[in-house]
């Protein structure tokens, strides 16, 4: 429990951004300094700098801190959500508890269907991550399913409410302004983002500016009583390789810049969404562009996806960008699941969602040389040498595959000694070989 919060309860702001910019170091700056093993006072420094963030809202009390932004270690964060089609608040539990075993960093609720505050007052409850939301989705809810209903007084109503519950970050889609609108007609797919098409059809209905950036400064002083971080959503992000780095999307992200700008200067925390589908050789200019027209504010990236034709496999076209991506400067990578395009995940495609994410991740912080990021490896390497089965199996991102696999062809635990595989078998084995060259020949 975040106790270290009642020692502050009469402080006018409780931003872990307000604390840095004081000079303070929390207590949930010491425990990411110590699970990140970096400096807490470099922690301290990043967090007033705006350049890494803790998403932690003062009410979501049993929360793990956990850190996102250049210094630390690469995130995944893994999407839940109902839909109207499929409501069901233990599928979603389960899909927490799914979450939590394979490592997800946070968890975004994106319910569309059911009853959508008690799913996320369930979710909250049950997550010891940080649990983020896109407001729209309840915002249209409380609007009779009408977005021409929105107004700012239900927008900031159900912001309020949700920050309350202790969500920990919103995704505010505030960067995409009207005249936004003539670059979307140039596009191959207009506007893939749910929240993005949602607000373009209010704009145009009513010609009018996004409410979202005419109430953001109304906004932010919500963010700033609970500590919401905002996740700057990126409304036109490309759904195909044929949008990808065009005018509409670089349009929106230097909005997103001066909205960061804003948002510091209130001591809310901010990062920045990133690209859907981006070809592989466009991966690593968008995280420079991001760095330069958002001020090096964490970069939160969905994929990219590298091709549009892997339809059911679209985890492993997306993890290809998101590992070159985290590689390049982003801190924390969505995770795509096989039903992307395609339908609502289950419970099992968050697992192989978040297992692909985590290679990403993992992958990133190896080619970024992050102190310690390559140990486990190594040590992977030596149980394989060893033929330690079960060192092997618990060293495995997925140790619950990692053995399955093994024991599909050899389940008796004599094999979990045995010098070989049922790929190799006990005479083809490349290890065992090698050693014995070694032992016979006494070469060192």
Known sequence: MRNWLDNHKN?????????????IITDDMKY?????GLDPELVRSEIARGRLIIPANINHRHVKPMAIGLASKCKINANIGSSALASDINGEIEKVDMSLKYGADTIMDLSTGGDLDAIREAVIAHSTVPVG??????????????????SIDVMLSTLEKQAKQGVSYFTIHAGFLLRFMPYVAKRKMGIVSRGGSLMASWMMHYHKENPFYEAYDAILDICRRYDVSLSLGDSLRPGCLYDASDEAQLSELKILGELTLRAWEKDVQVMIEGPGHVPLNQVERNMKIEQEYCHEAPFYILGPLTTDIAAGYDHISSAIGAAVGGWHGA????????????????????RIGIIAYKIAAHSADIARGRFGARDVDDAMSDARYAFDWNKQFSLALDPDRAKEYHDETLPQDVFKDAEFCSMCGPKFCSYKITQQIMDNHSIN
């Open 11 to 23: 402080d006018t702001v409780r931003t872990q951004m307000y604390y840095a910019k004081q000079g």
């Open 32 to 36: 990411v300094a110590e699970v990140e």
């Open 133 to 150: 939301t896109v407001p729209m989705y309840q915002i249209i809810h409380d609007c009779g399913g009408d977005i021409n209903n929105l």
């Open 331 to 350: 801190s924390m990578l969505c995770y795509v699941t096989p039903k992307e395009h395609l339908g609502l995940p289950n419970a099992e495609d968050v």
